[in-house]
């Protein structure tokens, strides 16, 4: 017997199993995912070239007029938004002042004895600043219509119309009597 036919044979290695149930579902699923992946990336990097060229926008909703200012077209909340920055309002330093407010407030309600004068205050605080942040919102909400022409104007009355329609934020909707 020579030496070949005497060592062991080494079994070759099995063949791989075919793959099972990698169709073309697998394929169309890797791509809606790669898609979506993609989608959610453009919009995270757009947001934040956004903000690094823009800068983050002051909140318009410290100066709105709730469904008067929803009834806007986009055009004019962004020019009422624009006009408000243009004033310098100081919303920010508004907001910064009525958090303290709050602070305030919630020390008085907790203090023992009851701070009743203290709460007052602080409650009186936060009324004048909502006075000023809303007579500021209606002067340029007035400014804002005034400067839309009739057609804007009517499309206007009819956005304000369509949320009566359906009602202040849950509540029942507004009905004409007799309907």
């Known amino acids: 017997m020579t030496e070949i036919e005497s060592s062991p044979q080494i079994p070759a290695p099995p063949a791989p199993p075919p793959a ?18 993609l989608l959610v990336l453009g919009v995270v990097v757009g947001g934040a070239i956004n903000v690094a060229r823009h800068g983050p926008r002051q909140m318009i909703a410290d100066i709105t007029l709730g469904t008067f200012t929803e009834a806007l077209s986009a055009e004019d909340r962004e020019a009422l938004r624009m006009a408000a920055e243009a004033e310098n309002l100081g919303l920010r330093e508004m907001n910064r002042a009525a958090r303290e407010d709050y602070l305030r407030l919630i020390a008085a309600v907790r203090s023992e004895p009851w701070d009743a004068a203290t709460a007052q205050a602080a409650i009186a605080a936060y009324g004048m600043r909502t006075h000023d942040r809303l007579e500021a919102g209606e002067r340029l909400m007035l400014q804002r219509l005034s400067a839309m022409g009739p057609q804007g104007r009517r499309e206007f009355a009819d956005r304000l119309e369509e949320t009566m329609r359906r009602g202040f934020r ?9 309907n």
């Open 170 to 178: 849950g509540e029942r909707p507004l009905r004409p009597r007799g």
């Open 20 to 37: 099972a149930g990698a169709g073309p579902w697998m394929r169309r699923a890797l791509i809606v995912s790669l898609t979506v992946n």
